[in-house]
């Protein structure tokens, strides 16, 4: 089963913390000092708050899967959507250990793909998010370096 993930950069996270809560309805399953997640079931989503990014607002999207089995499938409709293709592999990214690719719509909002393997205590890397830096990496089809900008 597919679960949609959204990112948001904010300025505040205590803050942004309580308000998502009140409007959630519940608790973080997962909060660090500059990390916030949601994995709720109603509606089924993956909803991320990250401290100290480069900028406020939404950040990017993504499709988590359940399983590895459904992870291959997901990444081949990455690349029939005829849009820049980034496997980025396994990564320790915002205390998680994940596999996950990358791609942009034709406007240029960042989205992943990606099956989480277990929980860390580790922030990790990302990607570097910086539209041109995407788009160098992406163009060239080699894995993103160091992490400048959100992760999920």
Not at 3 to 10: A, E, I
Not at 97 to 113: F, L, N, R
Request: glycine fraction near 8%; proline fraction near 6%; hydrophobic fraction near 30%.
């Amino acid at each position: 089963m597919k679960r949609l993930h959204v990112s948001f950069g904010v300025a505040d996270l205590e803050k942004s913390v309580a308000f998502y809560s009140t409007l959630f309805g519940q608790e973080p399953t997962t909060q660090k000092d500059d990390y916030a997640k949601w994995l709720l079931d109603d509606p089924r989503v993956n909803f991320v708050l990250e401290a100290n990014s480069e900028q406020s607002g939404f950040n990017h999207a993504g499709i988590q899967v359940d399983s590895e089995e459904e992870l291959a499938p997901l990444f081949d409709q990455l690349k029939q959507a005829e849009g820049p293709y980034l496997p980025e592999g396994v990564t320790t990214c915002c205390y998680h250990k994940s596999e996950k690719s990358w791609t942009t719509d034709p406007d240029g909002v960042m989205w992943e793909a990606f099956h989480t393997k277990h929980q860390t205590e580790e922030r990790g890397t990302g990607p570097d998010l910086r539209a041109e830096t995407v788009a160098a990496e992406m163009t060239r089809d080699i894995p993103v370096p160091s992490h400048k900008g959100g992760c999920c």
